[in-house]
């Protein structure tokens, strides 16, 4: 199916007489659309797609607006509340940017990891963009184009088929190669081993000559390289064992912040455990801060062992293997903010109470990923019964909580008015959005994620 078609405008808050909301029908255009006066709070347009169908990666065209998000919804929907949202507001200008116009036309493509995934999964026939400006009252803003791509972009149309932005063209690139953490040098060695085994082939008999002798030097040589090691096997003693106390352990963490996750981390890699950034097939243990969390119920369902730190803990200060189960992870009742103290009880009890105490667990409601893959810090003041359900919220939502600014970093959540701090933080991650508490409460409340565009902290 390639690009998906838009067959209407819905409605819109406004638009310029010259920029209509009826030029994003057409991407191949010129023209854009437009709020109709300078200043307006936001910009909103509904879209009527042609077919329903899901929707996968998203090409945004900017004109002048300072954040952007794209929401999807049916026909059948009667109220705002049934729309979802697909892309999350994304920053295209930042607050020097806009007040200088730096740049108001950026091109941004969402892919499908960037997309909310409970929206990629279904089927949608509307979506609704909404744009603002809070940074310059003295332009009209809006979109230069948007263009929708359905799965079937991929997978039938292949390298044939180029993506379009706009009225550009990009160059195809191959869906499976992915760059992971050493693979160009993987990449390297294998071919340095391949040009290696070329020769060997060419070339047998320049091997039978030289094969009698290495094998007799080789094999005087071994027991010279072993005899002398009885000293360092020696100093060696504790180290090794235990360096092998969680031999083919490979685990994952959920719920920490360093340094207490850095902690855990070292420790169990120093008794021989090996370290996964998220729960994959190859993994045997979970080490989790709190149960019911999406990714508690993801390993649970798995069939995954799931255990408290206390576990790493209590293996690095004795020095010896202890029992998992005696840690399992289960149903609590703490209301801390931090994770379940180990449940020593449910394993050591009859089998029948353990069972009914996985039917209790069973009924629990999963609670949905709504911050998956997004990046969270918590600045300014907040009470400290605030400051724990914030972290409890972003948390058991899937959320990842920041200890330090960084990168990383998408959502800044105060309480704060704006500042010059807030512009310096502009400059060096421009994708910064400082948003209130509010917004993690309404979260929570509609058990989705909702738009954090009027939540968020503005200057004066």
């Not at 929708?148 to 039938?156: C, F, G, Q, V, W």
């Not at 760059?179 to 081993?193: D, I, N, Q, W």
């Amino acid at each position: 199916m390639g690009l998906i078609e838009l067959d209407r405008i819905i409605s819109c808050s406004s638009e310029d007489k010259v920029y209509k909301a009826d030029n994003l029908l057409d991407a191949a255009t010129y023209k854009k659309w437009k709020c109709a006066n300078c200043g307006e709070k936001q910009a909103v347009v509904v879209v009527q797609l042609k077919q329903s169908t899901q929707i996968t990666s998203v090409d945004i065209g900017n004109e002048s607006s300072a954040f952007v998000e794209v929401l999807v919804g049916k026909a059948t929907g009667i109220k705002d509340q049934d729309f979802e949202v697909l892309v999350p507001a994304a920053m295209f200008l930042s607050h020097d940017d806009a007040k200088a116009m730096t740049n108001p036309n950026k091109v941004r493509t969402f892919s499908k990891d960037q997309l909310n995934q409970a929206a990629v999964e279904q089927k949608w026939d509307r979506i609704k963009v909404v744009c603002t400006q809070p940074f310059n009252k003295h332009v009209q803003y809006g979109l230069a184009f948007i263009t929708l791509h359905s799965p079937e972009n991929k997978t039938d149309s292949g390298s044939s088929t180029a993506a379009h932005v706009g009225q550009f063209k990009l160059k195809p690139t191959p869906s499976d190669e992915t760059m992971k953490p050493g693979s160009l040098f993987a990449r390297r060695s294998s071919s340095k081993e391949a040009e290696a085994a070329v020769p060997e082939k060419k070339t047998p008999k320049a091997e039978k000559r030289p094969s009698p002798p290495p094998q007799s030097t080789s094999n005087s040589k071994k027991p010279k390289l072993d005899t002398p090691s009885p000293t360092p096997r020696a100093k060696s003693e504790t180290s090794s064992e235990l360096s092998d106390l969680l031999r083919g352990v490979v685990f994952a963490l959920s719920g920490f912040q360093n340094p207490l996750r850095g902690e855990l981390r070292d420790k169990a890699v120093a008794m021989g455990a090996k370290y996964r950034s998220d729960w994959s097939k190859e993994c045997t243990h979970l080490v989790c801060a709190f149960a019911n969390t999406p990714k508690f119920n993801q390993v649970h369902r798995a069939g995954g062992k799931i255990v408290s730190k206390q576990w790493i803990l209590d293996c690095h200060h004795k020095k010896k293997l202890v029992p998992w189960k005696t840690y399992q992870l289960g149903q609590q009742s703490s209301g801390s903010d931090t994770e379940e103290e180990p449940v020593a009880t449910e394993q050591q009890g009859p089998k029948g109470k353990a069972a009914s105490q996985e039917e209790e667990h069973d009924e629990l409601p999963v609670l949905p990923d709504l911050f998956q893959s997004k990046h969270f810090i918590l600045y300014g003041q907040f009470s400290d019964e605030q400051r724990r359900t914030l972290r409890r919220y972003i948390t058991a939502f899937d959320g990842t909580l920041e200890e330090y600014m960084g990168d990383r970093v998408q959502y800044v959540i105060t309480n704060e008015e704006w500042d010059s701090k807030f512009d310096e933080a502009l400059s060096e991650n421009a994708s910064l959005a400082f948003v209130k508490p509010s917004w993690i409460y309404a979260c929570n409340e509609k058990r989705k994620l909702v738009p954090f565009q009027p939540h968020v902290v503005v200057p004066k």
